[in-house]
Structure formats: C-alpha cells, structure tokens
C-alpha cells in the first residue's frame, strides 16, 4: 500500500513540473499555431536564471518564491522579446519552416547558456526547509514534492479561471477557435500573441525552476524536457490545457512505477502509452480535429521530372565523385563519402516529407537504427560485410513499418512531434542499454575488409538508393501518393487507399535512411549516438529544405551544400549557434530552399 | 435496374439536420438532378452517398449491395465516382498526369512501383481529355488551371473510373453557359450509351431541366417535391420554396 502512495505521489510531483512546460507549449500552439521546439529552452534558461536568483538570496521559503517568481517573469520576458523578434515574421510562413526556425533558436540558445553558464551543472544548494520530509503511510517523503503536487492543479486551475473569466481569455479563447474572426473584432492580434507567448515562455520557466531542488540546471534540460512536453501535448490534445494536466498525470504516475517494475524501459512504456492513446484517440485525450494542416495543403508545385541541365550536371557529379580518389587526399574522401551518405539520407527524408506529404522530425531515428543494426550484425553474429548492409535497410524498414502504422494517419504537427518523440527514444536505447549498444562510446571496430574499395561500394550504393527512389516516386505508386497528398478526398474517390500508400513510403524512406545509417557506420567503423541525436534529424530536414522540397534535386544539392558548410561551420567554437543562426536567417530569407530560389530566379 | 437506392438517409450537424429522412433512387441510364437552395443538404448527400461521412441513420444500397459505412476508396471501387464542389485537382501533376494516375487506380495499378507512371494510359488520357474539352491544357500545372477548367478535370478524373453511378455536385460552376452545355451534353450521352447512372445538382435550372429525367428538391435537408421535370417545375410548392425566388 504505502509503495503504491509513494510512487503515486512521485509520479504526481513529477506530472506538475511536465505540466507546466506542457501547458506552456499547448497555450502558444493553440493560439498561434507554431510548435514551439524552443519551449525546452526556455525551460532550461528559467533552470539556470532561477540558479543565478535563487543564489544570491536568503534561504527560507518567502524569499524562494519570491525568486521563483522573478524567474518565471524573467523568462516571459525573454519570451516575448523571441516572439517579437522572430516568431511574429514567420507566423504565415509553413509548419515545418516555423519548427525549423524555433529549433534555429534552440541552438542559439543553447550556446548562449553555455556562454553564460559555463559548462557544469548547477546543482542549487538546498537549505532545510527544501531537505525536509513529511511521514505518509510509513515512509518518508520530501515535503517539496507534496508542495509540487499542489501547484500542477493550482496552476492549472488558474489558468482555466483566466481563459474563463477574463477578457483577455476570452480573447485568447477565441483566437484558437477562429483566428480570423478575432481579427475581424478589431483586436491587436499582435498584442494578444506576444502576451501569450510571453505567459507560455514564462511557464516553461516556471516548470524549470521548480525542477531545481529535485535536480539541477544543466544543459540537456532543452531537448529531455521538449521531448516529454511533445509526448504530453499530443496525448493531452494539441491546444488542450485540461488534456495536458490528464496527460502529465498519466505519463509522470507511469514513469513512477516503470522506474520500479522496468527500469531502462520507462521511455519504451511512454511510447507504447502514446501510441495506444493515439489509437483510440487520434487527437489525444481531450483534442478535436483541427482540420488539415496548412502544410499538407500547401506548397504544391509541379513536379516535373528531371530536365537536360539537370542530368548534365548529375552526370558531372557522379564522374566527379567516380574519380575523386584520384583527386583528392583521405580527408576530401571521407567527406565525399559524407556527401555520399548525406544525399541518401536526404533523398529518403524527401520521399516521406515531399511526395508522401509527412513531415518528420525524427529521421536520425532510421538512420540510427540502420547504423546500429549493421555495426550490432557484424560485431556479434560476425555477419559479412553485405549481409550486413542488407540487413540494416530491412530492420530500419520494419521499424518504420511498426511506428508508422500508429501515425501516418496523422497531419502534419503530429507527425513531426512523434517521429521526434520516436527518434529520443531510439537514442535514449542507445545510451542506455550499454551492454548492447556500449552506450556513450559507441560500438567500435566495424571497419570494411577493403577500406579503399569500400568507397565504390558507398557511392554505389547511394547513387543507386537515390535513382531507386527516384524511380519509385515517378512510378504508379509514387503518383497515387502524390495524389493522396495533393487532394486527399479527391484521391480517395478515385480509389486510392492513402493511408496505405503513406505507409508504405513511410517504410521505404526508414528502409533507404537506414541504409545510409549501414553505409555511414562502415565509412567511420564505428556507430554512435548521436547518430541518432535530433540535431542529425534537423541536418536531413535542412538539406531537405536548403534544396527545395519540391523536387528530389533538392535534397541532393541541398546535402552537397550543407555537407560542405557544416565542415566550414564545425571547425569552430559555438557552431551551434552559428547552425542555428544559419537556419534562421535560411527560413526568413529563403522559405522555397535555394533550388525553389534558384527556379524562381530562372 | 435500380443502381442506387437511398432509404431513410439522415445525418446532423450539431443541431442541423443536414440530411432528414431522405429517400429516393436511381436505375441505369437515368440522370436525377437534385436541387435546392444553399444549404439544403445537397453536398451532404452526395458525401454520405460516397462515403466520405457516415449516416446518422438511414441505409444506401448500390446495385442491391448494402454500402452504408465504408470507405470512399471501397465505394469508389464498386463503380461510383464523384466530382466535387470545390473542385480539386492533384496540384503537383499536369492535367495529363492527373488522368494518368486515375487510369492508373481504376486499373489497381497504384501499387507497381517500377513502372513508368508517365508512360502509361496516355492513349486514354488523351481520349478523356478531348471528351472534356481539356486538349490544350495537357501539359499545364492542375494547380494553375482556370476554375472551370479546374471542375472539368475534376469530372474527367471522376470518368476515368468508368463508374456505374457518377455523382456531380455543382459541375457547371465557373464556366459559361456553352461550355455548361457541352459538359451537360457529354454526361447525357454517357447516360445514355453506357447505362451510367448520374446524380447532380446544379444552380443553373436551364441546365437541369435540359438533361434531368427526374428531379428531387431538397430544402432543410427534406424533400419537399420529387418527379419529372416538368411535374416538379409545376408544384406550387416547389414555386413559392424556390424557383419563385428569383431563379
Ligand atoms: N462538415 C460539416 N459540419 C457542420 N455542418 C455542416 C457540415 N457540412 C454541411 N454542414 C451543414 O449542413 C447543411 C447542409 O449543407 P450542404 O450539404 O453543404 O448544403 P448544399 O450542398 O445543399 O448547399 C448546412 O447547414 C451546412 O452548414
Ligand atoms: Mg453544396
């Protein structure tokens, strides 16, 4: 019994700290319809701002709220200032862009705390009011965590009391219902979105600064906590502040048992959850159908097949990279081999986002699975080399099987959230489960018999992957997706069984992206995490979109460019937010990708 | 020989009942014109018909088949095919590649992955494109296309499932008055020559009562009057309702 109470109220200390972040993200999506991938960030700049307050004053209760407080006004603050810096300038621009830019944001973000932080974590002292323990049922349990538990539900009460009770609220209110028609009210929209995005921004801060005592400000806060508030958002119901509260009960109480009953498999049991929600409630718990997406709608171009200049070109790349051991020394082949790689890698990413119309944030997760399923093949069954590069493709398919039967019904938010919440989870197995995988430092020694040789066998492979897609896009099945994707009702009542055709692009994107994992793991001899890591998602997306969705040329230039830029950028300090300026400036300078650009201009 | 037969067919909206207690059907050859008022409830029938929503009650039967509650694409496979109001074409196709890929999911081609889609079905495309008037838009972006040339791809895309039942709402919207004609005429002769069964509304009454067999008027989702043309155009009802007010 009293196991049962402890874990329960565990789960329920932890449920209000996801909760708060979570309330934050749903608040600002509802309204102004951007998922906001910096919202970990903030959560992570009100940990260390709180540490920098929470310091410098006196220790007793009165004060540490006080402190709370200021932290949580700091970071509104900050928030508004990115809305009117960014956010408001890209707020027509698509869904994906609008990601793109906020995770833009996280980078710089990231190396600013950083800069300011240094690079420890700051643990914060803990005077003893915060070390004391209440008794319930015959064990002890720390008194912060009951203090915890009574803010989720007084926060939340509070907020259901503001968008009830107060004109701003209404307002607020309406604009997620209708855009339009508070803008037709004679409302400043601008106003309304800046206060909420700084409330959103400052329960972000509100949830990290309460997590100090139980942790510390360190600076992996950023993507652990926008992963879980993802989870949450999309099981509670995008837009949801009730829907998020059940949602963080649910997952926080969960995740308080599977530490006991499984440990290592909590973050499997999370996905299984939301998976199981998403089945029987595509919208999640207490979510509605918003309609579709604008970007599913929206961006479509003509997609004409590839023209004389551009197989001239192609034709002088390929003899470029058939003859690049004769040009070039061992460090221009081993990026002609990223290159290689990364055009793959982008080619898969484009069949799933451009002709199949699904927006995925978690790509690294079949490039990983096909990295570690190849490196795992050939170090412990001793699998020959092309068995091995056989293999990965299949396993990296079927795990896009299995996953994408839970979402590719879904639109466009939704399925960039959970391929991201997928990808954590591949990358939190791979450091986690160190007996199989050797966690942090990685699986070694997965070298090919003939490095030298082995080049032809990557540029084959990669070509030829990438002229397979291509094939397949420009087949019946291709046009049949492309159709589900371009008029949903219209292909439908021509026959066309979308759902399954999104699926199986779904499947042979993972399989491609995992043979370009296959093929990576062999050119380095080795598999690591990051890997995995969303920041190599966000380079697939970025080539994806450098070169321009509209065409499989994109991806392509797109991968050479960024290929090549990345290694200009990575030979210095603060690259991230050099990346993250990069990609901010790309989305408001160039929505269409450099290829788009490049048409536009011709 | 009854295609169609709708019995009972209900369906709300919150409190609107969009649909109420409708009934009528179709045999092969025969064009069934439904008309009403914005809002009457039309398109709302066409979508329960195709499956695209379900009916609160009510049954339809195709060719004697029980197809309430299944899915467009299954419905679509039993011969029905459809244009819709807002017209849409696959954007990112020409108007060509837009027959192709329909040629293509008639034949239950959409699952050959090696195949040249572009090479495929282009003798019957044109075939289709010439009978709908859209020749000399072949090669152009759907995306791009005129509204009414928008609606004319719509319909060829909807024939090239040589349906059995070929629903049309509003086809004629966005063209002028010829080309409504051509387009009513070559629907008329698919009637009858292939035995296709059609229903469709439209606003312009010359247009239905040119082609119509039969007429059904629908107003708050009800039928008020049904029968042929000229009964219907004679009902004092149906001439205080609706075509009193300024038609
Ligand atoms: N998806 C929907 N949700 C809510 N109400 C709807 C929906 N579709 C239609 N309606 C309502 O049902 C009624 C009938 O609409 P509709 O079938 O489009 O009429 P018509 O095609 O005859 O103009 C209208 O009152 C319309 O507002
Ligand atoms: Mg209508």
Known sequence: ?602 | MTVLAVTGLQKRFGGVRAVDDVTFSIVAGEILALIGPNGAGKSTCFNLINGQIAPDHGTIHLHGRDITGLAPRQIARLGVGRSFQIAAGFASMTVRQNLQTAFAAHHRQSWRFWHDAMGAHIAEAEALLARVGLVAQADRAAGVLAYGDLKRLDLAIALAGAPGLLLMDEPGAGMALAERGALMRLVQKLAREDGMAVLFTEHDMAAVFAIADRVVVLNRGKILASGDPASVRADPLVQARYLGAGR
């Not at chain 1, 966690?439 to 090919?448: A, E, I, R, S, T």
């Open chain 1, 1 to 602: 019994m009293s196991f049962f109470l402890t874990q329960t109220l565990t789960g329920l200390a932890s449920a209000s700290s996801l909760f708060l972040v979570a309330a934050g993200l749903t608040v600002i999506f509802g309204v102004t319809r951007v998922v906001n991938f910096a919202h970990g960030s903030l959560c992570m700049l009100g940990a260390f701002i709180g540490w920098s307050i929470l310091t410098r004053l006196p220790r007793d209760p009165a004060w540490f709220a006080l402190g709370v407080l200021a932290t949580a006004a700091a970071t509104a603050l900050i928030g508004a200032a990115l809305e009117i810096g960014l956010l408001r300038r890209i707020y027509r621009a698509p869904e994906l862009f609008q990601l793109l830019a906020t995770f833009g944001v996280v980078l710089v973000l990231a190396d600013a705390t950083l800069w300011l932080w240094g690079p420890n974590d700051l643990p914060l002292p803990r005077p003893p009011w915060l070390r004391q323990f209440v008794m319930i049922a015959g064990s002890r349990f720390p008194l912060f965590d009951l203090v915890l538990i009574a803010i989720g539900p007084l926060v939340l009460g509070g907020l259901l009391l503001v968008f009830h009770r107060t004109r701003w609220g209404v307002l607020v209110r309406a604009a997620t219902q209708d855009r339009d028609m508070v803008a037709a009210l004679g409302v400043d929209q601008r106003l309304l979105f800046t206060s909420v995005f700084a409330l959103g921004a400052g329960l972000a801060g509100l949830g990290g600064v309460l997590a100090l005592p139980a942790g510390s400000a360190n600076l992996q806060i950023d993507l652990a906590v926008i992963t879980e508030a993802f989870v949450i958002v999309v099981v509670g119901g995008l837009g949801s502040i009730g829907g998020a509260y059940l949602a963080a009960v649910l997952i926080g109480v969960l995740q308080a048992f599977g530490v006991v009953v499984l440990p290592g498999a909590t973050l499997v049991l999370v996905f299984v959850v939301m998976a199981v929600v998403l089945v029987v409630r595509p919208y999640g718990l207490l979510g509605r159908d918003r309609g579709q997406s604008r970007t599913d709608a929206e961006a479509v171009i003509l997609q004409r097949p590839a023209g004389p200049w551009q197989i001239t070109a192609a034709g002088i790349g390929l003899a470029l990279f058939l003859a690049a051991p004769l040009l070039v020394g061992p460090f221009g082949m081993a990026i002609a081999t990223e290159m290689l790689v990364a055009m793959l890698f982008a080619a898969s990413l484009h069949v799933m986002m451009g002709p199949g119309g699904m927006p995925s944030f978690g790509h690294a997760a079949w490039f990983g699975i096909g990295a570690y399923g190849a490196a795992l093949l050939a170090q412990n069954l001793a699998t020959p080399m092309p068995l091995a590069l056989a293999g990965a493709p299949i396993l990296a398919g079927l795990a896009a099987f299995a996953v994408g039967a839970f979402i590719v019904r879904l639109s466009g938010v939704y399925l960039a959230m959970l391929t991201l919440a997928f990808a954590q989870i591949v990358w939190a197995v791979a450091v986690q489960f160190v007996g199989l995988t050797g966690g942090d430092n990685g699986v070694l020694g997965v070298w090919p018999a003939d490095p030298r040789g082995f080049y032809y066998v990557a540029l084959a492979l990669c070509v030829g992957g990438v002229l397979v897609l291509r094939r397949i896009m420009f087949s019946p099945f291709g046009f049949a997706l492309r159709a589900g994707r371009d008029a949903p009702a219209r292909a439908a009542a021509s026959g066309i069984d979308m759902t399954a055709h999104r699926l199986a692009a779904f499947t042979l994107s993972g399989a491609a992206a995992g043979l370009a994992g296959a093929i990576f793991t062999y050119s380095k001899g080795s598999a690591f995490p990051t890997y995995i890591s969303v920041s190599h998602s966000v380079d697939a997306l970025i080539m994806v979109l450098l070169g321009g969705i509209g065409s499989l040329a994109g991806p392509i230039i797109g991968a050479i460019a960024y290929t090549g830029l990345f290694d200009l950028l990575l030979a210095s300090d603060f690259w991230r937010a050099r990346l993250g300026a990069v990609i901010i400036a790309l989305v408001l300078f160039f929505p269409a990708g450099l290829a788009g650009w490049a048409e536009r201009r011709r």
